[in-house]
């Protein structure tokens, strides 16, 4: 039996069929589209929860557009395997003329991509790949001697000088005029892929303008839905960039800041991966960290006795989110207030985060331990007592994760602020003074 032509499109982090950059160009290739997923189990091995909230939100996202496809006689292929095995089938089922995808810039997945793109051309199939997740990639935007920005203002300011209509094209195409490799099918279960439903908070994906055009006014107020909540989207490709960036332009120049933020980290973790494991300051790497284990549990647990960061880690547990302003609150209690290397935080939010992404939680992190560019000075330490006075005023995000905190009961602070932050200053200096 003759084997289907088609062209695939491989769909990873960009789980939408609107404004798609690989999408686009394939169904302009002339070729019939087979859409292609994978659950890749090399990735899966770092989900242990089987109830695992990001799992059952891809699954949920590969599912939407599975059903839209429905509609034109066609569906997503999906495998739940490596990516090699994933594509040696393919390539055993279809005589595919191209896979179009569209880039990731983490260090595992460029590996992944070469390694893909290597058996590939060994088949003789063509591999496109686009830029999609941003508006700018690493080694874009460079200083006038070619170097990377190491600071975010002046990398902003170019970036913002850069940016033409161009980089803001609408790759949306008509459903009904692009030509599908037909076949049905359903998309595994979640039970198939060794997990099960869990009470998945809702996540948006699309831009709340009522949110944004305030953005600047309530974005630090954790009681308040003051922020976009799109971190998840972003992360996933449920929501184009260059859509977002539209709406910030005639919107709010501050969330347009924030997404320009997104950028910054990942063109630093694109241009130095050793980021991912590493202080971007390599004489942090001689801080003496206390790393108590029990201090830890308390902080992951939200039991610190100071109500906002408790309040924070509980409503990471509980939800898998956590408001951007205590976000700062916490980090900076765990690294300065406890001492304990940021890596610990780092790794804990990667497993507790909806809208984890490597890029941003690594260089958010080295940005409150001192260590990464751009980064709070290390004598910057967060009072989280003032910090709640400030944007919790009257209590009421406290009061709805921390019930207790007003009353005598209520477990008094794992340490005293004045004597962490001597602490933490000392400790800094000398370790700094030493590497």
Known sequence: MRKAE??????????????????????????????????????????????????????????????ELKKYNSSVQCYHSTVSEAFEQLADNYLIKAVYSNEDYEPQAIQRDQEVASFLQQKNILFYQ????????????????GTAYQVYTPYAKKWRSLLTENHLFDYTVALE?????RFQSDILSLEQLGYRPSENRKITNEVDLAIVSRYDQYRDYPSIKGTSLLGTALRFGTVSIRKCV??????????????????????????????????????YE????????????????????????DAGMRELNATGFMHNRVRMVVASFLVKHLLIDWRWGEAYFAQQLLDYDLASNNGNWQWVAGCGCDAAPYFRIFNPTEQAKKFDKDGSYMDKWVPEWRELYYRQPIVEHKFARERALEVFKEGLQEY
Not at 177 to 181: G, N, R, S
Request: proline share 3%; net charge negative; charged share 30%.
């Open 246 to 283: 539209r709406i910030a332009l005639k919107e709010n120049d501050v969330w347009l800041s924030e997404l320009i933020w997104r950028e910054f980290f990942s063109q630093i973790m694109y241009l130095y991966p050793a980021v991912e494991k590493h202080c971007f300051k390599s004489k």
């Open 130 to 145: 686009y830029k999609d997740h941003v508006i700018f990639r690493g080694g874009e935007i460079l200083k006038q001697d």
């Open 6 to 67: 088609v062209v695939v499109v491989w769909f990873r982090r960009d789980l939408r069929l609107e404004d798609n950059v690989a999408f686009y160009h394939a169904a302009e290739s002339g070729y019939p589209i087979l859409p292609l997923f994978i659950f890749d189990k090399d990735i899966l091995e770092q989900f242990s929860n089987v109830e695992d909230r990001r799992v059952q939100y891809i699954h949920e996202q590969v599912g939407k557009i599975n059903d």
């Open 177 to 181: 005029k692009v030509l599908f490799h």
């Open 286 to 309: 001689g801080i003496k960290y206390r790393n108590n284990e029990a201090d830890f549990l308390a902080w992951c647990e939200g039991n610190t006795g100071y109500p906002l960061v």
